[in-house]
């Protein structure tokens, strides 16, 4: 329950394309879903984030869409740029006790110029 | 806001050394976490603090593993007796208010056992 999957492992996207990451979710009570970027050798950077009460959030270029029904939620990038190429993690948290994040496994991006 | 700083960068040594990392978070920071990622995963929740108090411990914290935060400021994490799997990158995180939120990283001590 305690669980975050994330897809896909990696993703190769055009330059200008859509880039769109995905995870799941099973603990109905994590109430706070970011997403994160890390670049090699550097420590993950909050992207956006999003709480259950909202179906969406952009900032930017940058989209989250959730689902609660479904216990899903995904990350949008539009007009990918090679400089996104990087690994995107989505996370839960609890709203109550340490809110500690439980990260998904991970995607790597590369977009390509 | 000058960021999470954490010292060293990387730590090479032999297996059955003790070595110690330091955190310092964003400084009206009440809450400092720890996590460690290894290749190719996220990263795993270790330990959390809020303010000099360590409320919650990982199942993947030892006893070969303690973390401490005088004062409620800077945060040190020690391993003594390392193993070949302690290698990793161990990351520091602060966060402040009194809901969830953003957690702001450090860039990590990445931990090379020989």
């Known amino acids: 329950q305690q669980q975050v999957k994330q897809s896909p492992q990696s993703l190769i996207v055009q330059k200008g394309g859509i880039s769109i990451i995905n995870c799941a979710y099973e603990n109905t009570a994590f109430d706070y879903f970011p997403w994160y970027q890390q670049f090699p050798g550097k420590g993950p950077a909050l992207l956006i984030a999003?709480?259950?009460?909202?179906s969406e959030k952009k900032e930017g270029r940058f989209t989250i869409s959730f689902n609660k029904s479904a216990k899903q939620f995904s990350l949008h990038i539009m007009d990918s740029q090679p400089g996104d190429s990087a690994t995107y993690f989505c996370a839960a948290s609890r709203g109550s006790g340490t809110y500690k994040y439980i990260f998904g496994t991970g995607t790597r991006l590369k977009v390509l110029a | 806001d000058t960021g999470v700083s954490q010292d060293p960068r990387h730590k090479i040594t032999k297996r059955g050394q003790n070595v110690t990392f330091r955190c310092d978070p964003i400084s009206e920071h009440n809450r400092l976490y720890w996590y460690r990622q290894t290749l190719g995963q996220g990263p795993e929740f270790l330990t959390y603090f809020q303010n000099e108090a360590q409320l919650e411990k990982s199942r993947l914290l030892s006893d070969r593993f303690s973390a401490e935060r005088p004062k409620g400021s800077f945060s040190t994490l020690e391993i003594q007796r390392t193993e070949q799997g302690d290698s990793a990158m161990y990351l520091c995180?602060?966060?402040?208010?009194?809901?969830?939120?953003?957690?702001?990283f450090g860039d990590g001590t990445r931990l090379s056992i020989l």
């Open positions: 999003i709480r259950p009460d909202v």
């Open positions: 995180a602060s966060s402040d208010g009194m809901s969830v939120g953003p957690q702001h």
